[in-house]
């Protein structure tokens, strides 16, 4: 039973609810011998939620795996992501080609949640709103 104790903070921390998650591993670490299961366990998860342009559930996971391995930063994931990206960008201009511009913002916004200061999708989305005409919008992503 204890195994589902790293799933079940998983499952918090999606939920936003980073303190109850953060108990629930506690509890889980009190009785286990090593933190690497669950720091392992948070890195798959961080690849999973990367494969399916799930940005935002990646960077939840990712932030709590950095405090965990008490670090700033990690260059395998951060390329990973960039990978996952690159690919979902692909996504986009299909997308767009076939004029479903609700779906290539979708992907533009997950993007985002990942990492907001990507200068070029706030450029790419800002275009994109002003293709579809919502021009408040476009202006606010071009500003």
Same mark, same amino acid.
């Given at each position: 039973m204890t195994d589902y104790y790293p799933y079940l903070g998983l499952a918090? *921390? *999606? $939920? @936003? &609810? &980073?303190?109850?998650? +953060? @108990? #629930? =591993? $506690?509890f889980w670490l009190l009785q286990s011998e090593s933190s690497q299961d669950l720091i392992m366990l948070l890195k798959k998860e961080i690849i999973r939620n990367l494969? %399916? =342009? +799930?940005? %935002? &559930?990646?960077? *939840? #996971?990712? $932030? +709590? =795996? *950095? @405090?965990?391995?008490?670090i700033a930063g990690d260059e395998e994931i951060e390329n990973y992501a960039l990978t996952a990206i690159n690919s979902c960008l692909q996504e986009v201009q299909e997308a767009i080609n076939r004029r479903e511009y609700t779906l290539a913002e979708d992907f533009y916004l997950r993007i985002l949640s990942w990492r907001e200061q990507l200068a070029y999708i706030w450029h790419d989305l800002g275009y994109l709103y002003y293709i579809i005409n919502r021009l408040t919008e476009s202006f606010t992503c071009l500003a």
């Open positions: 918090y *921390l *999606l $939920l @936003e &609810q &980073q303190a109850t998650a +953060q @108990e #629930i =591993w $506690l494969d %399916g =342009w +799930q940005f %935002g &559930q990646a960077k *939840l #996971i990712y $932030l +709590q =795996w *950095l @405090e965990l391995e008490e």
